[in-house]
């Protein structure tokens, strides 16, 4: 159990500040800090240590209160996580469209009742770029913490009354199988999103810090101890610069910042030198002001990104930061600070009751406000209509490309396809095939169009790979199998066409499918992927033409998609596949197409083109050949 009294220690204050800073400058720039986020494992295992120190010295005068320590816990979070959820909320009638608005008002009330991470996951990919547009993202970390302090109270208070070390080994369960289960889910590559975002597989960092405050480690000389707090900086400080994005976090590349940290609070004090650095005045300035520097350095970088288009790896970095700083100072001075130390006339009960029913409320009333007048104000014409493709999916041009019958999309159909209607060979004009998934249906009617002295049969569904052995919907591998079963080797098919949204993964199994195609005498075509952006097309190009600024469409182009283009440009062979890049057609130095010839937006979303776009797309085609044998 712990061996002395908890009092304030200047040296986590400076941990803190080594836990904020690293994560707004990753927010900022990913390049700068690559593993900046791992600031918030260092605040996991800070925040599991100071809770666990303070719940247990009061189980063991007599005096914990659940009420107390709930209460204890708004005072701390409420009115500074108010604050921000109304302004982002005032910042984002102005100056977010609809669509976006109401996203955010999704997530205030999924932050209002500390399930953010939980929306987050099933929405967000944090490591994707259109999450730095995201002004409430950071408070998944929140989320965690609250969820982790609703169960943890009371099985501190269940497992102290029992005595002995039950409740030690009771955290040590949940360290083991919570670390597991991160690990594990790191290691298959399954589930990544769940695993970032989620309790199960953040709580052994938060666990981490509990057994800290409940262990006594055997001690250790005064030069042992020195050497393990420096070696504990040494470990977060290598985390931010060797662990990145790409790498599946948190599993093992979590374990070297949790370490650190734990050793910084077990071991950094006044008489060494890494407790001295951490206690300079900057550091722990910094660190006192590091609840409201990260609350609100997000919403500050995402509106400046996503309203102005501002690229916060520039020079303009230095006025934002300086801006959140004071922003910072201001919420901690006259926000935090007042609600944690005034007056306490207020029960706990009044307090949590009060900071619950505020939170309710908020998150209740922003269901119930609409930015479409301020919008309709804000933006030109040509500005709105942009925009408006966002709802792309409600108009006939989608319902020609996507409704004709001949793509299984899974929504509002029974999955089957109808091979009876779609399989149809004609006389007098030369008969191909499309399949593939939707972006391949797509192109098919376009195709058609551009081409009438070709029949073109298509057979198209939702998700679904046009190559023998992909794994998929049982609606998918059926109609797939199905029709190349049947058409394979029928001698009035004259070419097959593959179109898809296509992976590395599927490319051993396209080369096969496609040499079975040339074995049996047809012509055959590949398209290869097409642009795609890291949030809805309509929304990147909106928000540049918006700020004058259409060269910025191409920040958020997803650099994957060429690099794949590339490799298959070079892997399929000539003499097998006559392969056709929409990257090449529709970019051009760098920089992709916007519009159509009718000015028709050329993708509705992150990839799919719009009918105009595909018919642009689909003359290019038919004069290099698609249709040559």
Request: aromatic fraction near 12%; charged fraction near 15%.
């Amino acid at each position: 159990m712990p061996d002395r009294p908890l009092k304030y220690r200047p040296e986590i204050d400076g941990l803190r500040a080594l836990a904020v800073v690293p994560v707004v400058f990753f927010h900022a720039n990913h390049e700068w800090v690559p593993g900046g986020f791992v600031g918030v494992d260092v605040f996991f295992v800070i925040s599991g240590y100071l809770i666990t120190r303070i719940i247990h010295d009061d189980l063991s005068v007599g005096k914990f209160s659940i009420w107390t320590f709930y209460a204890r816990r708004m005072r701390r979070i409420a009115p500074v996580l108010v604050a921000v959820m109304i302004a982002t909320m005032i910042a984002g009638s102005v100056l977010l469209i609809p669509p976006l608005f109401q996203n955010l008002q999704k997530a205030v009330t999924a932050t209002a009742f500390f399930v953010s991470n939980i929306y987050f996951w099933s929405t967000v990919d944090y490591f994707a770029a259109a999450a730095d547009l995201n002004p409430l993202l950071h408070t998944w970390s929140l989320a965690v913490e609250e969820q982790f302090y609703i169960f943890f109270p009371l099985m501190m208070i269940l497992f102290a009354r029992r005595g002995g070390n039950l409740l030690v080994w009771s955290i040590i369960a949940i360290f083991v199988l919570s670390l597991a289960l991160s690990v594990g889910s790191s290691l298959s590559g399954r589930l990544s999103e769940a695993n970032f975002y989620l309790l199960p597989t953040r709580a052994w960092e938060l666990a981490a810090g509990s057994l800290l405050a409940l262990a006594r480690p055997k001690a250790v000389s005064l030069r042992g101890g020195g050497i393990l707090a420096f070696g504990g900086m040494a470990l977060i400080v290598l985390s931010l610069f060797l662990i990145n994005r790409d790498m599946p976090f948190p599993g093992y590349f979590a374990i070297p910042p949790v370490l650190g940290a734990a050793l910084i609070i077990r071991y950094a004090d006044k008489g060494n030198l890494a407790g001295r650095i951490l206690s300079l005045p900057p550091f722990v300035w910094t660190g006192l002001l590091s609840y409201s520097i990260y609350m609100w350095h997000q919403p500050v970088l995402a509106f400046s990104r996503q309203a102005f288009m501002l690229d916060t790896g520039g020079i303009v970095i230095v006025p934002l930061l300086i801006f959140i700083l004071v922003l910072s100072y201001f919420s901690w001075r006259w926000i935090e600070t007042p609600f944690r130390r005034g007056k306490r006339n207020w029960s706990s009960r009044k307090v949590v009751t009060v900071s619950v029913v505020s939170l309710a409320a908020l998150s209740i009333s922003v269901m119930f406000t609409s930015n479409d007048a301020i919008f309709r104000m804000r933006y030109p014409e040509d500005i709105r209509r942009i925009y408006s493709f966002l709802d792309y999916r409600e108009t006939d041009d989608y319902r020609t490309q996507f409704r004709n019958g001949c793509f299984v999309s899974g929504q509002g159909t029974d999955g089957n396809f109808p091979y009876d209607a779609c399989i149809v060979f004609r006389e007098g004009l030369r008969n191909y095939l499309i399949i593939g998934d939707s972006h391949a249906a797509m192109l098919a009617v376009a195709l058609s169009e551009t081409a009438p002295d070709v029949n073109l049969i298509q057979a198209t569904a939702s998700g679904c790979l046009p190559v023998l052995g992909a794994l998929g919907r049982e609606t998918c591998i059926r109609m797939r199998d199905s029709v190349l079963d049947a058409l394979i080797g029928d001698e009035r098919l004259e070419g097959v066409i593959f179109a898809a949204r296509w992976n590395a993964g599927a490319f051993k199994a396209l080369e096969a499918t496609v040499a079975l195609a040339v074995e049996n005498g047809h012509a055959v075509s590949v398209v290869g992927p097409a642009p795609e952006y890291a949030m809805d097309f309509p929304i990147v190009f909106g928000h540049a033409a918006a700020a004058g600024a259409l060269e910025q469409t191409m920040r958020f182009a997803v650099r994957e998609r060429q690099e794949l283009d590339a490799r298959m440009r070079l892997g399929l062979s000539p003499s097998s596949a006559h392969y056709f890049s929409l990257i090449d057609i529709i970019c051009d130095s760098g920089t992709c197409q916007r519009t159509a010839s009718d000015g028709d937006p050329m993708q509705f979303d992150y990839g799919h083109l719009t009918l105009s776009g595909a018919r642009e797309v689909a003359g290019h085609l038919v004069t290099d050949g698609i249709f040559s044998e």
